[in-house]
C-alpha cells in the first residue's frame, strides 16, 4: 500500500511503499495485550519483603508459663498476632520476567503499526538530521506536525536514533525507538507515530526476510 509522506513543515512531499505485511494487516489483540502485559512484568523489580516470625527482633522466650495465668497461651512475643511480630505470608524478592516467543512480540509489533495506520495515526516523514541534539531543534521540527497532540513517538534508523532521542528525553510527550528496538507498550499508548522514511524501508526489509523463513 502506498502512504504519504510528508516533509517537517507537515506538507505533502511524496508517496512511499508501506509493506501489507507489516503495516496492513489484521491486529490481533490479543497477542498485542500479551506483549504489552510481558513488558510491564519484565519492568517489576519484585523487591517487595517482609519478615517472618524467624526474622523479626524480639526475644524467644515463652512470656508466661503455658497454663494457670488465666490467659492466652503464646510461645513468643515475635507471634504474628502481637504487634511488632513476624508478617504470615507476606511478599518476599521475587522475579516477574518471563519470556515472550520471539514470533508473538513480532506479531504484536505489526499488529500495533497496522492498527494506527488504520486509524490515521500513523505519519511518515521525510529524512531529517538532528545536528546538535538540542531541544529546541526536535521541539522545531515537530510542532507544526502533531498540531499540539502531546504524545508521540519517533521510529528512526540507528544511525540518527541516538541523537533523537538525546534532542527530545527533555520533552515528557516524546518518544524516540529505533526501528530494531521496539517497545509494543510505548507504541500502543503513543496518540501518534512518526516513521521516517529510512525506518519505512528498514521495516519493509527486515519482516520481508522473515517471510522467507
Known amino acids: 500500500m502506498k502512504a504519504k509522506v510528508i516533509d517537517i513543515k507537515g506538507k505533502e512531499n511524496n508517496q512511499i511503499e508501506l509493506n501489507d505485511y507489516v503495516f496492513n494487516i489484521e491486529p490481533n489483540r490479543d497477542v498485542i495485550y500479551e506483549a504489552i502485559k510481558n513488558e510491564l512484568a519484565n519492568k517489576r ?48 524478592p521475587r522475579d516477574y520476567s518471563y519470556s515472550l516467543p520471539k514470533k508473538v512480540k513480532r506479531l504484536a509489533i505489526r499488529s500495533i503499526l497496522s492498527l494506527k495506520n488504520k486509524n490515521g495515526k500513523l505519519k511518515v516523514i521525510e529524512n531529517f538530521k538532528v545536528e546538535n541534539g538540542k531541544t529546541k531543534e526536535i521541539k522545531s521540527i515537530f510542532s507544526p506536525i502533531l498540531n499540539d497532540e502531546k504524545s508521540a513517538l519517533i521510529l528512526s534508523n540507528n544511525d540518527n536514533a541516538t541523537l533523537i532521542k538525546r534532542a527530545g528525553r527533555n520533552l515528557p510527550w516524546l518518544k524516540c525507538f529505533s526501528f530494531n528496538r521496539l517497545s509494543a507498550h510505548a507504541l500502543f499508548y503513543s496518540k ?22
Open 45 to 92: 523489580q519484585g523487591t517487595a519483603s517482609t519478615k517472618t516470625k524467624g526474622e523479626v527482633r524480639g526475644s524467644g522466650i515463652k512470656p508466661w508459663r503455658q497454663k494457670g495465668t488465666g490467659r492466652a497461651r503464646v510461645g513468643t512475643r515475635r507471634n504474628p498476632v502481637w504487634t511488632g511480630g513476624g508478617v504470615v505470608f507476606g511478599p518476599k
Open 192 to 213: 501518534n507515530i512518526t516513521v521516517t522514511e529510512e525506518a519505512v524501508n528498514e521495516l519493509n526489509n527486515f519482516f520481508k526476510k522473515e517471510t522467507k523463513k
